[in-house]
T-cell receptor, first 113, second 114 residues
Framework: SQQGEEDPQALSIQEGENATMNCSYK?????LQWYRQNSGRGLVHLIL?????REKHSGRLRVTLDTSKKSSSLLITASRAADTASYFC?????????????FGQGTRLTINP | DGGITQSPKYLFRKEGQNVTLSCEQN?????MYWYRQDPGQGLRLIYY???????QKGDIAEGYSVSREKKESFPLTVTSAQKNPTAFYLC?????????????FGDGTRLSIL
């Protein structure tokens, strides 16, 4: 079952610009995580935000969470060519138990030099 | 270096054949997971194990089997009952089975039909 849905499906920007990706989900959560996947590779964990947090930063990454709207956003500032990848949100839908993460379909980000 | 190793990187299956994908971790993590990723899609959970000698079905377990005899190993068998096995398979682990823990991923096995 699909819990998170990313928007847009694909995003192409110039190097140095900011990139914003959004994730919406359907049921209550304990936490939401963002992952990056380079082409043909495994996923890499970027950041985790708990349901009682509204914003979190890690380097050039900024994640927000609005539980009333059931949505989260990932902002990458001052983008670089190396940021080209797919980005996924993952949630632990409470109704499905605390042991599983459910991943969205991802946003494919392309940074043009 | 600690991490997760998946092998082989590419695998080809003949009709009616079972194939086994290897996943080994040296992170001392209790929980391990198998996901399937189809082109342009997200990850779907096949099986997961929170502790040695125990595992649970995920959302798409039909046609797959697993074992967890050792903490560091969680092999996945794609059986002949899985009629559409062509996909990218990802193994992951986390310190515990709780979803508050980040998951660490291997670099995947790409399975194709001959």
């Amino acid at each position: 079952s699909q819990q998170g849905e990313e928007d847009p499906q694909a995003l192409s920007i110039q190097e140095g610009e900011n990139a914003t990706m959004n994730c919406s989900y359907k049921t209550s959560i304990n936490n939401l995580q963002w992952y990056r996947q380079n082409s043909g590779r495994g996923l890499v964990h970027l950041i985790l935000i708990r349901s009682n947090e509204r914003e979190k930063h890690s380097g050039r990454l900024r994640v927000t969470l609005d539980t009333s709207k059931k949505s989260s956003s990932l902002l990458i500032t001052a983008s670089r060519a190396a940021d080209t990848a797919s980005y996924f949100c993952a949630t632990d839908a409470q109704a499905q138990g605390a042991q599983k993460l459910v991943f969205g379909q991802g946003t494919r980000l392309t940074i043009n030099p | 270096d600690g991490g997760i190793t998946q092998s082989p990187k590419y695998l080809f299956r003949k009709e009616g054949q079972n194939v086994t994908l290897s996943c080994e971790q040296n992170l001392n993590h209790d929980a391990m997971y198998w996901y399937r990723q189809d082109p342009g899609q997200g990850l779907r959970l096949i099986y997961y194990s929170q502790i040695v000698n125990d595992f649970q079905k995920g959302d798409i377990a039909e046609g797959y089997s697993v074992s967890r005899e050792k903490k560091e190993s969680f092999p996945l068998t794609v059986t002949s009952a899985q009629k559409n096995p062509t996909a990218f398979y990802l193994c992951a682990s986390s310190i515990t089975g709780h979803a508050l823990q980040p998951q660490h991923f291997g670099d995947g096995t790409r399975l194709s039909i001959l």
